[in-house]
């Protein structure tokens, strides 16, 4: 089984509804993110959390909330989704020590979303 | 200013050959990792190799290598004996030290597209 899980995989929804992308992983990291890649952008990053209470905004975090559910789940919602939030979602875990560069990110399958 | 930079969007090579994709990076921060991220046609992001900035010898991960010149700021990733499952976008991305405290973001360069031709 995969270590860092993606649902759903594809969604496409329309203007001004709610929804919320899941993240799940066996690998045991505290610390959890989500990015969304846009075509000729690469990835950025719209969330961050280091633990269950620790929850950070990342460079492009407008129009998104999240919630760190259990150490292994990080969910990504949508409140109104507009068209320019049509994008592939990454969710992505790291084992970070403190002062350390060398932590490694695994990321999930991703998350294809289309809004009309 | 791009921190991160890959000139090539898109690259052939002939399979078994060995081809080497461009990286150049900005920082100010002494201490810093450099990675490569492949990103075949079905999404998912695959971790390919790091390489740290105190690291004395480049990086190798199997066919894999990093060709790591500090003074010029580049990290290139090599790739020897190209395979058709090499074709896919490769990202070079890099975690600077300053940034612990924004959850260890990664920096993404745009990428480049590697094609195999049998």
């Known amino acids: 089984d995969a270590d860092v899980t993606q649902t759903p995989r594809n969604r496409i929804t329309k203007t001004g509804k709610r929804i919320m992308l899941e993240c799940s992983q066996t690998?045991?990291?505290?610390?959890m993110y989500w990015y969304r890649q846009d075509p000729g952008l690469g990835l950025r990053l719209i969330y961050y959390?280091?633990?269950?209470?620790?929850?950070n905004k990342g460079e492009i975090s407008d129009g998104y909330s999240v919630s760190r559910q259990a150490q292994a789940k990080f969910s990504l919602s949508l409140e109104s989704a507009i068209p320019n939030q049509t994008a592939l979602y990454f969710c992505?875990?790291?084992?970070?020590?403190?002062?350390?560069?060398?932590?490694?990110?695994?990321f999930g399958p991703g998350t294809r979303l289309t809004v009309l | 200013a791009q921190k991160i930079t890959q000139t090539q969007p898109g690259m052939f090579v002939q399979e078994k050959e060995a081809v080497t994709l461009d990286c150049t990076y900005d920082?100010?921060?002494?201490?810093?990792?450099l990675f490569w991220y492949k990103q075949p046609s079905s999404g998912e992001m695959i971790f390919l190799i790091y390489?740290?900035?105190?690291?004395?010898q480049n990086a190798t991960e199997g066919r894999y290598s990093l060709n790591f010149q500090k003074a010029r700021k580049s990290a290139n990733l090599v790739i020897s004996a190209s395979q058709l499952g090499d074709s896919a976008m490769y990202f070079c991305?890099?975690?600077?030290?300053?940034?612990?405290?924004?959850?260890?973001?990664?920096?993404f360069g745009q990428g480049t597209e590697l094609s195999v031709k049998p």
């Open positions: 992505a875990t790291s084992d970070l020590q403190l002062g350390s560069v060398t932590d490694t990110q695994y």
């Open positions: 690998k045991g990291h505290d610390r």
């Open positions: 959390s280091f633990d269950v209470k620790d929850i």
């Open positions: 920082t100010s921060d002494p201490s810093y990792g």
């Open positions: 390489q740290g900035s105190y690291d004395q």
């Open positions: 991305a890099m975690r600077e030290l300053t940034f612990y405290n924004q959850g260890g973001k990664l920096i």
